[in-house]
């Protein structure tokens, strides 16, 4: 049975990494995969899905206003067996709504891979839709500095100092966003606030 899962963890969890070697392994078996990340995320360059330990792949920019939905149906012909997302959490609510559609009406599994909440730990809008309708959720873990499990997507100033203000999305990797546990985020911030 089709599902559409929701695999989720914060920077550094090795997401795209996860939905590269999944999308290997269903190819792997012969079976056709549509890969796509939203538009929005240009950091590696428009149609490139790229991890952090150099596994690359190309794949489809979905816009904003994109149907997912409506595509999936115009490459009908070209039948998918499986749907990837990376950076899932830039997608819009309603086009979770569409993933899901694919699945209740072409039986094709989705997996969505990205991050559950922002750097003021705040869910993302299509996240939270995909709390609400995913079959399978599971967490893809990494660790803070201290050891513990990280929570939080700390995002970094120019000197590396954790901020708590800002526009929810600003691309970035490292150099822009540090995972955290909830503890040590806060002591940041703390740190940051006293000065």
Request: with cysteine; glycine share 6%; net charge neutral.
């Amino acid at each position: 049975m089709a599902k559409l899962y929701f695999k989720y963890g914060v920077m550094g969890s090795s997401k795209s990494a996860q939905a590269l070697i999944t999308k290997f392994n269903y190819e792997e078996q012969g079976m056709r995969v549509w890969l796509i990340k939203p538009a929005r995320d240009t950091r590696d360059g428009l149609n490139v899905i790229r991890s952090r330990i150099g596994l690359e792949q190309t794949g489809d920019a979905i816009k904003e206003n994109e149907d997912l939905f409506a595509v999936f149906q115009a490459r009908e012909k070209e039948f998918y067996e499986v749907v990837i997302i990376d950076e899932a959490q830039f997608l819009t609510a309603e086009q979770v709504d569409q993933l899901r559609e694919i699945v209740d009406t072409y039986h094709v599994p989705v997996l969505c891979f990205g991050l559950r909440t922002d750097f003021r730990t705040k869910l993302f809008p299509a996240s939270a839709r995909l709390f609400e309708l995913a079959d399978s959720i599971s967490e893809l873990k990494t660790v803070c500095a201290c050891g513990k499990k990280a929570t939080v997507n700390a995002r970094l100033d120019q000197e590396g100092h954790v901020v708590t203000e800002g526009e929810q999305v600003f691309l970035g990797g490292n150099e822009s966003y540090r995972p955290m546990c909830y503890r040590c985020w806060k002591k940041a911030i703390k740190e940051e606030s006293g000065k």
